[in-house]
């Protein structure tokens, strides 16, 4: 699909044809292959998790066009403090500005993503969570879920302190959070560095996101 991705410099990318073109039968194809065990299995329902989903989501709303989509959203800058197979775009055949920074190499997926995201029509059936919702009031977020997916989920145990690690790292270096400050606000979060100060808000596959879990139930 990169292949039909235009760079157009700095942190701008031409995606049009992807939402009008037909499908490339090649990545068709391998779609498939990936997904023939989920496709395979006989269960009530099932579904695939993988963050990648965010590089070729306009294309598997297109091959999925009902299956549910579960939105998993974290803090960008939580997530950018990690390495990720997408970090590199280029791995992905996507032209991006080269540089040796891990934090601007992670930004570009965050970039990308974003209009991606934005651009692509909203599937007819979505819900969006945040990750530290998942963490920090998993009852609640849980029962958000099993009303939208209409089947009973299982609990687990979480970490609290995967939340906000962004605020205590041991050596606090500057992020180019500039980018996503108005992403980060609509999704709730709080652009203060003080500990504590977050804000708080409230086949059938699927999920996307910006660099975060993809998660896809599929009811058959």
């Given at each position: 699909?990169?292949?039909?991705?235009?760079?157009?410099?700095?942190?701008?990318?031409?995606?049009?044809?992807?939402?009008?073109?037909?499908?490339?039968?090649?990545?068709?194809?391998?779609?498939?292959?990936?997904?023939?065990?989920?496709?395979?299995?006989?269960?009530?329902?099932?579904?695939?998790?993988?963050?990648?989903?965010?590089?070729?989501?306009?294309?598997?709303?297109?091959?999925?066009?009902?299956?549910?989509?579960?939105?998993?959203?974290?803090?960008?800058?939580?997530?950018?403090?990690?390495?990720?197979?997408?970090?590199?775009?280029?791995?992905?055949?996507?032209?991006?500005?080269?540089?040796?920074?891990?934090?601007?190499?992670?930004?570009?997926?965050?970039?990308?993503?974003?209009?991606?995201?934005?651009?692509?029509?909203?599937?007819?059936?979505?819900?969006?969570?945040?990750?530290?919702d998942f963490v920090l009031k998993q009852e609640l977020t849980l029962k958000k879920l099993e009303e939208f997916l209409g089947l009973p989920l299982g609990r687990i145990i979480v970490r609290p302190e995967a939340v906000e690690?962004?605020?205590?790292?041991?050596?606090?270096?500057?992020?180019?959070?500039?980018?996503?400050?108005?992403?980060?606000?609509?999704?709730?979060?709080?652009?203060?560095?003080?500990?504590?100060?977050?804000?708080?808000?409230?086949?059938?596959?699927?999920?996307?996101?910006?660099?975060?879990?993809?998660?896809?139930?599929q009811n058959v």
């Open positions: 699909m990169a292949k039909y991705v235009k760079w157009k410099g700095g942190l701008s990318w031409n995606f049009d044809p992807l939402f009008t073109m037909p499908i490339d039968p090649e990545f068709e194809q391998l779609i498939n292959t990936y997904l023939e065990d989920v496709f395979r299995d006989k269960s009530a329902y099932k579904g695939w998790k993988i963050p990648e989903t965010t590089l070729v989501y306009p294309w598997i709303l297109r091959m999925f066009p009902d299956i549910k989509y579960i939105h998993w959203i974290r803090d960008p800058r939580d997530c950018i403090l990690g390495s990720h197979k997408t970090d590199n775009l280029r791995d992905f055949g996507i032209e991006y500005e080269h540089t040796d920074d891990v934090f601007r190499k992670a930004r570009n997926i965050m970039v990308l993503s974003i209009p991606v995201d934005e651009a692509t029509p909203r599937p007819k059936h979505i819900i969006q969570i945040r990750f530290e690690r962004w605020k205590r790292v041991d050596q606090p270096c500057k992020l180019p959070f500039d980018f996503l400050q108005e992403a980060i606000v609509e999704n709730g979060y709080s652009l203060s560095s003080n500990v504590g100060a977050s804000s708080e808000s409230g086949l059938n596959q699927a999920i996307i996101g910006n660099r975060n879990s993809c998660l896809h139930i």
